[in-house]
């Protein structure tokens, strides 16, 4: 499988409905699931991709008992095409920790555009107390074509504020997104 | 929302699972528990693609799988597989109680939750988060912990199938001293009455 496909959307101009936002990319997907983990009041979140989508467990306020939540592609292409209308719109409620200081729907946007840089692929995002496990495959380039390896970074809550303050540092410079998007979205 | 209760031990469950790891060549494994079972994530060998691996909670299942297991095969940061690793693992989950658990093995360390029992004060039972960061030195302590804990519940095994008079040497010397007593006794009685039939004879 080829890790060259490599898509531009075009910078979203003022009636133009913004392609950029519901292209299925990590930073896209990893938003909408953020939100949705936001607007239900989940916390301490275990994010599984699976083949056809993620599974997301994660604890609610006042009950330590997990839920778990299958997110398969069509419910977040789903999100996806939603996420234009809930732009800017005031969430009910966000958490604010050490480890996740302004919300899932911030902090794992952020975390999507960097997976998408390093062309990232079958991710897990385990949450603890005082870290953030992310973990997945991704390429390496040789000579022939791309082999995958795993890779892991424990995320301090000091790299979570870095990886935040780099992504409010784009906005406002809109440029052209390089996205890599999962054969399954593909047409 | 109490996830139901399993006829198997999480370390019945965990090895069952860490040998069919190890047997397959599997790695970058996540395990999560739902109320219908165990969701398995795990990697072939070669294989860019995880795969996922529903273990209902079937008795069977897990007792078909019990039976022939090889040993672990070595990992980076499981010296015994997957299986040694997740047997003691379980043992542990076990001990504490714990529910709801989810494992994510990263390159170099795996994480831990799930929820356990604690007991708060008037309040009764709560369950609080088990969170738990464990890279490869933390592995093997948690693999000698578990062996150790195997170890104490075999001598306490051991010990609840002995009587609990051989058990407790102070016991012993005490029953030693009745039997002895009890013997002088009834010695003491029969002797007359032996005397007495000798005599009628």
């Known amino acids: ?187 | 929302m109490q996830y139901p209760r399993h006829s198997h031990t999480y370390e019945q469950r965990l090895r069952s699972i860490g040998a069919r790891l190890d047997s397959g060549g599997y790695h970058s494994v996540s395990i999560i528990e739902s109320e219908g079972g165990l969701l398995v994530r795990a990697n072939a060998p070669g294989a860019r693609t995880p795969e996922v691996l529903e273990l209902p909670d079937a008795d069977g299942i897990y007792a078909a799988q019990l039976a022939p297991m090889r040993n672990g095969v070595p990992h980076r940061l499981f010296p015994d597989g997957y299986k040694g690793f997740l047997a003691a693992l379980g043992r542990l989950l076990d001990r504490s109680q714990a529910a709801a658990i989810a494992i994510v093995e990263g390159t170099d360390f795996v994480t831990v939750g799930g929820i356990q029992p604690v007991e708060a004060d008037g309040a009764g039972i709560t369950f609080e988060p088990l969170d738990v960061l464990l890279l490869a030195d933390d592995v093997r302590a948690l693999i000698a912990q578990a062996d150790a804990l195997l170890e104490q519940e075999r001598r306490e095994a051991e010990l609840a199938e002995t009587p609990p008079e051989i058990a407790n040497p102070s016991v012993v010397d005490t029953l030693l001293h009745r039997v002895s007593a009890a013997v002088d006794s009834a010695l003491r009685m029969i002797t007359p009455t032996q005397n007495t039939a000798r005599t009628r004879g």
């Open chain 1, 1 to 187: 499988m080829s890790v060259q496909s490599i898509m531009f959307s075009e910078a979203p101009g003022e009636d133009a409905f913004p392609q950029h936002l519901v292209e299925p990319t990590y930073q896209n997907r990893l938003r909408v699931m953020g939100r949705l983990i936001d607007d239900e009041r989940l916390h301490s979140i275990t994010l599984i991709e699976v083949a056809g989508g993620f599974v997301l467990r994660a604890t609610r306020e006042a009950d330590p008992w997990p839920v778990l939540i299958e997110l398969d592609d069509r419910k977040i292409a789903k999100m996806l095409r939603r996420a234009p209308e809930l732009r800017g719109t005031p969430k009910p409620y966000r958490t604010s920790t050490d480890l996740i200081p302004e919300g899932y729907e911030n902090m794992l946007r952020a975390l999507g555009y960097e997976l998408d840089q390093r062309i990232a692929e079958n991710v897990v995002v385990a949450e603890l107390p005082s870290l953030l496990a992310v973990s997945g495959f991704e390429p390496v380039l040789g000579y022939g074509e791309a082999s995958y390896r795993p890779f892991s970074d424990p995320l301090a809550p000091s790299d979570i504020v870095e990886m935040i303050q780099r992504a409010v540092n784009r906005r406002g410079s809109y440029q052209h997104i390089q996205s890599y998007v999962p054969p399954n979205f593909r047409g």
